[in-house]
T-cell receptor
Framework: KNQVEQSPQSLIILEGKNCTLQ??????????LRWYKQDTGRGPVSLTI?????NTKSNGRYTATLDADTKQSSLHITASQLSDSASYIC?????????????FGPGTRLSVLP | DVKVTQSSRYLVKRTGEKVFLECVQD?????MFWYRQDPGLGLRLIYF???????EKGDIPEGYSVSREKKERFSLILESASTNQTSMYLC??????????FGSGTRLTVV
């Protein structure tokens, strides 16, 4: 069964610190992997997208990495800000997916404290 | 940018009421989706549609129905709302090959 797991479930860090969120998946073969940021009470917003052939993708202070061999991805946040407080969701798209069957992780809840 | 608009941010309905959640996207996307999101369970797919008047059941379709009469609009219907349908409902749209764009969500409370 296609699954996506994320760790930690929740994380608290101080403003200005870096952090790394993990995503492990069993979806295979897969087409692409996305990280979304979801603010409380809002819909998810896409941060990065990587195909199976890419190793890293950056979006400002967010850097995602992908190891297709070990089926792991990470999202690294540099110099965290209070506005980074949100849930971060890893989403994997299976190959031969006609945009209809994405597999969502449960999310990591990040709290950035002043 | 693609915009996905959900008609209500917050709704409070009584048990047994018929509830309509509306979603409109403005970029001619083929696919549209309805998810519900509950703490600890993540996003779960209720229904999706890949074309006008076409619909497919997702993982948890029981108690819900959908309607897609026009390409830009995808409605989720709770025929008889129950308290276990209290949740955050998220609409999304996508091109066939692309990722999702989500709406802002509707927080539904059934009392």
């Amino acid at each position: 069964k296609n699954q996506v797991e994320q760790s930690p479930q929740s994380l608290i860090i101080l403003e200005g610190k870096n952090c790394t969120l993990q995503c492990n998946y069993t979806v295979s073969p897969f087409s692409n992997l996305r990280w979304y940021k979801q603010d409380t009470g809002r819909g998810p917003v896409s941060l990065t997208i990587m195909t199976f052939s890419e190793n890293t993708k950056s979006n400002g202070r967010y850097t995602a990495t992908l190891d297709a061999d070990t089926k792991q991805s990470s999202l690294h946040i540099t110099a965290s800000q209070l506005s980074d407080s949100a849930s971060y969701i890893c989403v994997v798209s299976p190959m031969d997916n006609y945009g209809q069957n994405f597999v969502f992780g449960p999310g990591t809840r990040l709290s950035v404290l002043p | 940018d693609v915009k996905v608009t959900q008609s209500s941010r917050y709704l409070v309905k009584r048990t047994g009421e018929k509830v309509f959640l509306e979603c409109v996207q403005d970029m001619d996307h083929e696919n549209m989706f309805w998810y519900r999101q509950d703490p600890g369970l993540g996003l779960r797919l209720i229904y999706f549609s890949y074309d006008v008047k076409m619909k497919e059941k997702g993982d948890i379709p029981e108690g819900y129905s959908v309607s897609r009469e026009k390409k830009e609009r995808f409605s989720l219907i709770l025929e008889s709302a129950s308290t276990n349908q209290t949740s955050m409902y998220l609409c999304a749209s996508s091109l066939v090959e692309g990722g999702y764009t989500f709406g802002s969500g509707t927080r539904l409370t059934v009392v």
